[in-house]
């Protein structure tokens, strides 16, 4: 007794040769060229345990590509493959806040030190109003980035 497979993936032409294509030639990202051979052997026909043996990767690896592809069958091909934009923690030092860490840094130490330390760097930018907080550990990344 054999059980259809709640999602298939039949590619056109185009579509093979457009994996084909990402899969051969120039340099791409592991995850995407795995999600690619995924979509090409099981439109070769290969089933779940055969696609895990050969790519060595988890079953539902595979069963999560192949309900992609099915979910996402009006986007182009290659889009499917590609990794979705990650959310994270937002930028909070931009190129104004390193353009007044350098200016800073670059002036004159205030009366009774010899130089700007980090911490008085930091403190500065909050005097300032450039940033509501910032470590002395980012004051130095910015400095460091930039020498």
Partial sequence: MSRTRKYEV????????????FVSCGRRMAREI???RILLLADGGKKDQEIVASLG?????VSSM????????YEHILDIVKDAPR??????IDSR?????????CSD???????WTLHMIA???VQLEVVDSISHESVRAVLKKNA
Wanted: aromatic share 0%; net charge positive.
């Fill in 10 to 21: 039949d590619l056109t032409d185009q579509e093979r040769e457009a994996l084909h294509a």
């Fill in 34 to 36: 795995t999600r690619a």
């Fill in 57 to 61: 990767i988890s079953r539902p690896t």
């Fill in 66 to 73: 192949r309900k992609r592809h099915s979910e996402r069958a």
């Fill in 87 to 92: 959310t994270g923690r937002p930028i909070q």
């Fill in 97 to 105: 806040v390193e353009a007044n860490v350098a200016m800073i840094a």
């Fill in 109 to 115: 130490p205030p009366e009774g030190s010899a130089r």
């Fill in 123 to 125: 403190d500065k930018l």
